[in-house]
C-alpha cells in the first residue's frame, strides 16, 4: 500500500457500487497462530524467505478462489507478482537457496496448472524507487523500517521486465499502465480517467 498508489486506487474504487476490492493480507501474514512470518523474512530472508512466501501464496490463492460478491473484483497484487517478484527477487539476490526457490516454483506451477486463476487485466501503479521509498517511510509498517533503497530498486526492475518489457515471465492478462509518481488529485484524475477500463472484469493491482 502507498499514499497516493494502490491504497489509494483501492478507497477510491471501494466506493462503486459493482465492485469487490481484496486488499494485501497483510494481517495474516504478521500473525499465523502467534508467528510474525513478515518480519522474520525481513530480519533473515535466507532463513525464513520460503517460510513467508509459502504462506503468501497459499492466501494469495485464497484470494484468487474466493467467492465474488460483485460483477468486478480488484485485487491488491496477486499470486502471480509473490512468484514473479518477491520470490524471483529473494533468489536472485542470493537470499533464497535454491532447492527453497525450487520447491516454492514446483508449487506454484502446480497451482497455475491445475488451478483457473482467471483474470482480466493487470493495473500496473508504474512508480519510481525513489517515490516508493518515500511513501515507506510516511506509512511506517514496523516490518519495513529496515528495507533499503536498493530492495525497492530490485523490484521495480522485475516489474520492469515483467510488466512493460515483457521480456522475463508470461503476462495472465492484458496490462494498463497508470504513471503513479503523482499528487493524489493527479492520481484521482487519472483513475476516473480509466475508470471504464478497470471496471470492466476482474484486474490485479
Same mark, same amino acid.
Given at each position: 500500500m502507498t499514499i497516493n498508489g494502490k491504497t489509494t486506487c483501492l478507497e477510491y474504487f471501494s466506493k462503486t457500487s459493482n465492485i469487490e476490492v481484496l486488499t494485501e493480507p497483510v494481517s495474516k501474514w504478521r500473525n499465523v497462530r502467534g508467528h510474525n512470518p513478515l518480519a522474520l523474512m525481513y530480519q533473515d530472508p535466507k532463513r525464513w524467505g520460503i517460510t513467508l512466501q509459502t504462506y503468501v501464496q497459499l492466501t494469495m490463492l485464497d484470494r484468487h478462489l474466493s467467492s465474488v460478491s460483485a460483477p468486478v473484483r480488484m485485487m491488491e497484487r496477486s499470486i502471480f507478482s509473490a512468484k514473479y517478484i518477491f520470490v524471483e527477487n529473494l533468489f536472485r539476490s542470493g537470499k533464497m537457496p535454491e532447492v527453497d526457490f525450487a520447491v516454492l516454483s514446483e508449487w506454484f506451477d502446480w497451482i497455475t496448472t491445475n488451478i483457473s486463476i482467471p483474470v482480466d487485466l493487470i493495473v500496473y501503479l508504474q512508480t519510481s524507487p525513489q517515490t516508493c521509498y518515500e511513501r515507506l517511510k510516511q506509512r511506517c509498517r514496523e516490518e519495513e523500517k529496515v528495507i533499503p533503497l536498493e530492495y525497492l530498486e530490485? /523490484? *521495480? *526492475? @522485475?516489474? &520492469? #521486465?515483467?510488466? /512493460? %518489457?515483457?521480456?522475463?515471465? !508470461?503476462?495472465?492478462? !492484458?496490462?494498463?499502465? /497508470? !504513471?503513479? #509518481? *503523482? #499528487?493524489? +488529485?493527479?492520481?484521482? *484524475? +487519472?483513475? &476516473? &480517467?480509466?475508470? #471504464? %477500463? /478497470? @471496471?470492466?472484469?476482474s484486474c490485479l493491482l
Open positions: 530490485s /523490484i *521495480h *526492475h @522485475l516489474y &520492469e #521486465d515483467w510488466l /512493460i %518489457k515483457q521480456t522475463s515471465f !508470461p503476462l495472465p492478462a !492484458p496490462v494498463l499502465v /497508470i !504513471p503513479a #509518481d *503523482h #499528487d493524489l +488529485q493527479n492520481m484521482l *484524475h +487519472q483513475y &476516473e &480517467e480509466n475508470r #471504464d %477500463k /478497470i @471496471l470492466a472484469g
